[in-house]
């Protein structure tokens, strides 16, 4: 493992996207042989070291979208359609095993559809370079990935001369900027193996922190604010809403979701309910089952912070 972690670091230069191939890759429980050839394809190839540096506007358009793992009898995820316009932001839900992680990995092309088309700016993904379509995305796992150095040198995907004055912002919108402040010696502390212990949710907060100092087109969170109590939460909603980045957020807090400008609801693989909060609300019985239950526990604290 520690080889491929290496080799995973060399090939993709960024640490965004090897947290999403780790994460990927535990989940998948991939065999080695795929896992290289997702690296090679994320580093290696001639499309991707000749991106057109052309930044998308981030809208991104789900086309009847099927998937089927390779191997697997039955398909994950069923004629799948939704549109999130540059700027928007999309809140997914589901149960667990519902497809939510699968749909996100459709991407940045981790995985292609089976049938069925994703779109951003209106032109296929597949016709994408890929190097201009990875640059596009910030992606925060459920789990965050730090790795061994300083908070300066986690934020700045390992570029210890990254300014100081634009990590600072991008922490202060990830609401992690003050905890850095009280650290012994703040941006300098160093994290991971003999680092400082960092909560669920500060190491959230860094992790999202991380993906803004890239200034993504499309920000992915995924179930990536589970740790984060509901002020903190709502402050980095409302800082992020200058962002002009396209959002899709998983996560399993009705509060979150009915902040979005559209909720997706995923039930065994399939939209069981498209439209905002209060459509949700009219529409599907599934949803209103979620919000009852969650009314239920009101008042409890999530997570720590
Ligand atoms: N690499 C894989 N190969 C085969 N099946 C997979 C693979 N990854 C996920 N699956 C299956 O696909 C289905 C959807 O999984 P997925 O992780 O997308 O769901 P999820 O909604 O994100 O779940 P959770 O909320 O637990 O993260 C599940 O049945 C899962 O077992």
Known sequence: MVAIVNYALRMTGSFSMFSFIIVAYSRAKASAERMEEVLLADGGTEEQ???????????????NVSFTYEGAEKDVLHGISF?????????????????????????????????????????????WPLKDLRNAIGYVPQQSM?????????????????GLDELEEAARKAQIHDSVERFPEKYGTRVGQKGVNLSGG???????????????????????????????????WEALEGERATMLVVTQKVGTAAGADRILLLDEGRVSGYGTHQELLAQSELYRQIVESQSTNAGEVNGDV
């Open 49 to 63: 070291e000749s991106g057109s540096g052309r930044l998308p506007a981030g809208d991104l358009l789900f086309e």
């Open 83 to 127: 549109h999130v316009r540059p700027g928007e932001k999309l809140a997914i839900m589901g149960a667990t095993g519902s497809g939510k992680s699968t749909l996100l990995n459709l991407i940045p092309r981790f995985f292609e559809p089976t049938s069925g088309r994703v779109l951003l700016d209106g032109r296929d993904i597949l016709d």
């Open 146 to 162: 730090l790795f061994t150095g300083s908070i300066h040198e986690n934020l700045g995907w390992g570029d210890s001369e990254a």
């Open 202 to 236: 500060q190491k959230q907060r860094l992790s999202i922190a991380r993906a803004l100092v890239r200034h993504p087109s499309i920000l992915i969170l995924d179930d990536s604010t589970s740790a984060l109590d509901v002020k903190t939460e709502n402050a980095l």
